[in-house]
T-cell receptor, first 117, second 113 residues
Framework: GAVVSQHPSWVICKSGTSVKIECRSL??????MFWYRQFPKQSLMLMAT?????????EQGVEKDKFLINHASLTLSTLTVTSAHPEDSSFYIC?????????????FGPGTRLTVT | QKEVEQDPGPLSVPEGAIVSLNCTYS??????FMWYRQYSRKGPELLMY????GNKEDGRFTAQVDKSSKYISLFIRDSQPSDSATYLC?????????????FGAGTRLAVHP
């Protein structure tokens, strides 16, 4: 159980275009989803936290107008990278919080590799 | 000072060796400590978590937390080539009703036959 999927798994786009990444919890409802960015050989850095039906909370230094997050349902959150630039090229990973009363754990998606040319 | 420090390695060991992976953390308020395994170009998967100080064992893996020294460890016994991956330690900070994970840099482990 606790499977999280991401789509697409990789995407190449031209500078100045926008890219949407989907994150889905397949077998559970996730009231909270998280978006991370991981540069090569570096650790995961939390970008933002999204709660179903409310605005996302962004970490310091993350541009909310550039990284648009929508958490429209309990199983789907989307990250849109607007006006992408080569420096936005990275591995984007989402996770979903199971929100159980016993122990709250985050399960991660397989990641989306974004390359901006 | 980073909240969680982890030597990025790489660490290369022969098959069958005992592997020791370590992290230190700075905030004594941290209570939960996790170890994630991440294969290349994949998302992290939770291996184990421990609460406060003590040991936790799961098969060939043992997680250890020493809160007095703010030191967390993961031991892998009888290491296998399939254990080759990046291992990330993490702790969590409760904020605004959710648990924010704070990761170490990750240690790349290679187990060679």
């Amino acid at each position: 159980g606790a499977v999280v999927s991401q789509h697409p798994s990789w995407v190449i786009c031209k500078s100045g275009t926008s890219v949407k990444i989907e994150c889905r919890s397949l077998d559970f409802q996730a009231t909270t989803m998280f978006w991370y960015r991981q540069f090569p050989k570096q650790s995961l850095m939390l970008m933002a936290t999204s709660n179903e039906g409310s605005k996302a909370t962004y970490e310091q230094g993350v541009e909310k107008d550039k990284f648009l997050i929508n958490h429209a349902s309990l199983t789907l959150s989307t990250l849109t990278v607007t006006s992408a630039h080569p420096e936005d090229s990275s591995f984007y990973i989402c996770s979903a919080d199971t929100g159980t009363s016993i122990r709250r754990e985050q399960y991660f998606g397989p990641g989306t590799r974004l390359t901006v040319t | 000072q980073k909240e969680v420090e982890q030597d990025p390695g790489p660490l290369s060991v022969p098959e069958g060796a005992i592997v020791s992976l370590n992290c230190t953390y700075s905030n004594s308020a941290f209570q939960y400590f996790m170890w994630y395994r991440q294969y290349s170009r994949k998302g992290p998967e939770l291996l184990m978590y421990t609460y406060s100080s003590g040991n936790k064992e799961d098969g060939r893996f043992t997680a250890q937390v020493d809160k007095s020294s703010k030191y967390i460890s993961l031991f892998i016994r009888d290491s296998q080539p399939s254990d080759s991956a990046t291992y990330l330690c993490a702790t969590e900070l409760s904020s605004r009703g959710y648990n924010k994970l704070i990761f170490g840099a990750g240690t790349r482990l290679a187990v060679h036959p």
